[in-house]
């Protein structure tokens, strides 16, 4: 079972943190990712991180997200810097297994396995 945790309310160019936990998970030997949901839209993909370590995100959040692991603590993280209001949403996060083929990372069909959500508001 995934735990995303980490939203909150925040203002135009903060800094925040989203975690999706997976006990009992090794990472490494999946493949990861977060996508949003904002209210009457699609759920969009945001950042991917493969099991061997590359890692993908979306034009609109590049050079501003990142992705990282923790396989010590089974933890995916989702850092989002100089967040805009266009970035609140809903963040989920997925897991893939990454022995199975076929894996096309922006596509939510591709993940087996998501977490709650966790709401991310930025108010500007």
């Known amino acids: 079972q995934l735990q995303a945790s980490g939203g909150g309310s925040m203002q135009a160019g903060d800094s925040l943190r989203l975690s999706c936990a997976a006990p009992g998970l090794t990472v490494s030997r999946y493949h990861w990712a977060w996508f949003r949901q904002a209210p009457g839209k699609e759920r969009d993909f945001v950042a991917a991180i493969r099991g061997g370590g590359r890692t993908h995100f979306a034009e609109s959040v590049k050079g501003r997200f990142s992705i990282s692991r923790d396989n010590a603590e089974n933890t995916v993280y989702l850092q989002m810097n100089s967040l805009k209001p266009e970035d609140t949403a809903v963040y989920y996060c997925?897991?893939?297994?990454?022995?199975?083929?076929?894996?096309?990372?922006?596509?939510?069909?591709?993940?087996?396995?998501w977490g709650q959500g966790t709401q991310v508001t930025v108010s500007s």
């Open positions: 997925a897991v893939r297994n990454g022995l199975r083929i076929g894996y096309e990372y922006p596509v939510a069909g591709s993940y087996d396995y």
